[in-house]
């Protein structure tokens, strides 16, 4: 069964510190992740995608890692501000066959203070 | 927020009532998708439409019954309701199917269901 694990469930850090948010995933075959950031009462809106060759990806504050023999992806928030708080989702699609084969996480749940 | 929409943003309903949920994408789209999203849990797909057909139904209820009339419009008619039904719905929409494609999906801001 296809499965994406996000750890931790929240997180609560200080304004301009750094975090690392996880996800583990047995989805297969695979095609590629992607990770969310999801703001209280909104849809999610997407930060990166992944394929199977890239290792590394970047986006303003937030990089993405993806090693692919582990199965494991993990994004870190670089000088975190209050903007920041918010749910971060991890989806991995699988490739191959008609129709929509997503798996999401259950997310993390990310709380910066002053 | 303006790529997708949904109304309401917020809907209070009774078990018996009937209602429905709209969402409108102005992306020039071909495929769309319904989700759900409880407290603690998983986003849930739940339909996905492809060119207006409907090509996945993720095991859904009868009691939710999608319609996708062109490729721009898809709606969520809900009847007779359980209060376990209640959670954040969530329209996509995306160039092609998401699923083992690298097609980006463009989320609406969700309607926050509560069935009394």
């Known amino acids: 069964k296809n499965q994406v694990e996000q750890s931790p469930q929240s997180l609560i850090i200080l304004e301009g510190k750094n975090c690392t948010l996880q996800?583990?995933?047995?989805?297969?075959?695979?095609?590629?992740l992607r990770w969310y950031k999801q703001d209280t009462g909104r849809g999610p809106v997407s930060l990166t995608i992944m394929t199977f060759s890239e290792n590394t990806k970047s986006n303003g504050r937030y990089t993405a890692t993806l090693d692919a023999d582990t199965k494991q992806s993990s994004l870190h928030i670089t000088a975190s501000q209050l903007s920041d708080s918010a749910s971060y989702i991890c989806v991995v699609s699988s490739r191959g066959g008609a129709g929509n084969m997503l798996t999401f996480g259950g997310g993390t749940r990310l709380m910066v203070k002053p | 927020e303006t790529g997708v929409t949904q109304t309401p943003r917020h809907l209070v309903m009774g078990m018996t009532n009937k209602k429905s949920l709209k969402c409108e994408q102005h992306?020039?789209?071909?495929?769309m998708y319904w989700y759900k999203q409880s407290a603690k849990k998983p986003l849930e797909l739940m339909f996905v439409?492809?060119?207006?057909?409907?090509?996945e139904n993720n095991s859904v209820p009868s009691r939710f019954s999608p319609e996708c009339p062109n490729s721009s419009h898809l709606f969520l008619h809900l009847h007779t309701l359980q209060p376990e039904d209640s959670a954040l719905y969530l329209c996509?929409?995306?160039?092609?199917?998401?699923?083992?494609?690298?097609?980006?999906?463009?989320f609406g801001p969700g309607t926050r269901l509560t069935v009394t």
């Open positions: 992306l020039g789209h071909n495929a």
């Open positions: 996800c583990n995933y047995t989805v297969s075959p695979f095609s590629n």
């Open positions: 439409y492809n060119f207006k057909e409907q090509t």
């Open positions: 996509a929409s995306s160039q092609g199917l998401s699923g083992g494609s690298s097609y980006e999906q463009y």
